[in-house]
């Protein structure tokens, strides 16, 4: 049974309103399972990059995020060509069809996730087909987190 799930993100939740909302799903789901969050250093980018930059920039950027991976985790990555799931599926998902320990969430930075995060991940899940900045995605996933528990929980939260 799912017992902890991790978060990595690149970069840190600077806004206080973004973290705010974070903290607030992060504190309804500790009465329910364990909540770690990785934030990773975003690599320096140029005003006007390169693709080379920004494939760099990714590159190092997975490194890091793959030595974070814990091994026994379901990995899920946020990403554009990720699968779109209703609230029940995704519930399905963390509690009914996954018998680890653990899931990990990765959201990338502001130009993604490098392939070789979404080729370690064994599902890869988008949020919607329109675009949201990176930090905002990370609220709706923590949001979207607490309604699987609750669906999960038979709780009224998810109507």
């Given amino acids: ?6 978060l990595i993100t690149i970069g840190k939740l600077k806004d206080r ?5 974070a903290s607030e799903y992060e504190k309804r789901l500790l009465p329910y399972l364990k909540w770690n969050a990785i934030e990773i250093k975003p690599s320096y980018l140029p ?10 920039a990714l590159s190092k950027e997975a490194r890091e995020i793959l030595s974070k991976l814990p ?6 990555a946020l990403c554009v060509e990720g699968k779109q799931i209703s609230s029940e599926d995704f519930a ?4 009914d069809d996954n018998e680890a320990n653990e899931a990990v969430f990765i959201i990338g930075g502001s130009h993604g996730l490098h392939e ?26 923590t949001e979207q987190v607490y309604r699987a528990v609750a ?8 109507k």
Avoid: C, W
């Fill in 1 to 6: 049974m799912l017992r902890t799930i991790t």
């Fill in 17 to 21: 309103f973004y973290r705010d909302a």
């Fill in 47 to 56: 005003e006007n990059p390169s693709e080379a930059d920004i494939e760099a």
């Fill in 71 to 76: 091994k026994q985790a379901v990995a899920i």
């Fill in 92 to 95: 399905g998902l963390l509690f």
């Fill in 116 to 141: 070789s995060v979404k080729a370690a991940a064994d599902f890869k899940l988008s949020l919607s087909k329109m675009t949201f900045p990176h930090r905002l995605s990370r609220v709706m996933l």
């Fill in 151 to 158: 669906i999960n929980a038979g709780k009224i939260y998810h």
